[in-house]
């Protein structure tokens, strides 16, 4: 299985962006999908998440800014990124993990940078 997240880029503060993740198989259903993010020297943290239920979770700082959807037909998921500040600036990484105990897996997309200037 393969993830590619696409979308990253420059923008301003107060900006938006639409991160994608596509997958090369149609893991949604029993998967748990995120997104990450990292900056130099700081570990990889947790942004946002959506089960296969459709269950969302965010990061307190994303919390009323991003909003995570995926497209179970298209494979794909989603990062909207609204009201964008400097602090944003990362490489995304999209993220899938099962959702049932018979699984095992943790795939990663290889990322996507964004930056976002004040």
């Known amino acids: 299985v393969q993830l590619q997240a696409s979308g990253g880029g420059l923008a301003q503060a107060g900006g938006s962006l639409r991160l994608s993740c596509a997958a090369s198989?149609?893991?949604?259903?029993?998967?748990?999908m995120a997104w990450y993010r990292q900056t130099p020297g700081k570990e990889r943290e947790l942004v946002a998440s959506i089960s296969s239920g459709g269950a969302t979770r965010y990061i307190d700082s994303a919390k009323g800014r991003f909003s995570i959807s995926r497209d179970n037909r298209q494979t794909t998921m989603y990062l909207q990124m609204s009201s964008l500040k400097p602090e944003d600036t990362a490489v995304y990484y999209c993220n899938a993990r099962p959702d049932i105990p018979s699984r095992r897996y943790d795939y990663w997309g290889r990322g996507t940078l964004v930056t976002v200037s004040s």
């Open positions: 198989v149609n893991i949604f259903v029993i998967s748990t």
